[in-house]
């Protein structure tokens, strides 16, 4: 399910595992943004997650997990500790905050209307966690494109599926895997449709500042 903002351009998505799901997960990069992702460790007590939420924001944007806790409590599911039932909800965030309004983020609200609005058909594109997302960033956002969340899945004949849902706010550009040729990316110009091909323009010595600080590629794949 996804929660949308388009007057700050940030949202959410999240993905209900309410009968539970084994998780784990992989970080790389150097300056990741989550929370509950201890609770993946193969020496958590916990074995089940409840729900994973991507989020806009970036560190402000975790704040969202608390109106998805808030969605799966209110339904009595949860880590049982006795007296009440804890939710686990691992969440990591995109860097957004340059393409948008730097002082909006996903809310708690928001993370409970990600909940309310989730469904078995997927919404794509500039939706949920996509809606700040942009690709191409070389040369600052004002020749970026937009990025955005997709998924994908596949069904084999002994039954065995396995789906994907990955939102992409990438430092590079996009390539068709089957051309090779660039979809998405840094431009020439900041009015121009011309790709400027990020790779070619870094062997050419183009230099960008920050290098890591605002591209995050974030990932779910799940299956039976």
């Not at 600052?140 to 599926?161: C, H, N, Q, Y």
């Amino acid at each position: 399910g996804h929660a949308s903002n388009y007057d700050g351009y940030t949202g959410c998505t999240v993905i209900l595992c309410e009968e539970g799901a084994t998780c784990g997960i992989d970080i790389r990069g150097s300056a990741s943004g989550t929370r509950q992702v201890d609770a993946l460790s193969i020496s958590h007590i916990v074995e089940h997650v409840h729900a994973i939420l991507l989020s806009g924001g970036s560190s402000f944007g975790l704040d969202a997990a608390t109106g998805v806790m808030g969605f799966l409590e209110e339904k009595g599911i949860g880590f049982d500790v006795g007296p009440t039932k804890i939710p686990i909800v691992p969440t990591a965030v995109i860097f957004d905050i340059f393409f948008g309004d730097p002082k909006v983020r996903p809310t708690p609200e928001m993370g409970y209307e990600a909940c309310k609005n989730a469904k078995e058909t997927v919404e794509e594109g500039s939706v949920g966690v996509g809606v700040g997302a942009a690709v191409g960033k070389l040369f600052e956002i004002s020749r970026a494109m937009k990025g955005g969340v997709g998924t994908s899945s596949i069904v084999m004949p002994d039954g065995l599926a396995v789906a994907s849902l990955v939102v992409v706010n990438a430092f590079g550009d996009i390539i068709d895997n089957v051309t090779g040729k660039i979809i998405a990316g840094a431009r020439v110009a900041p009015d121009s449709l011309e790709f400027a091909n990020t790779v070619e323009s870094i062997k050419k010595g183009a230099v960008k500042k920050q290098f890591g600080l605002v591209n995050t590629t974030l990932g779910v794949v799940a299956t039976n």
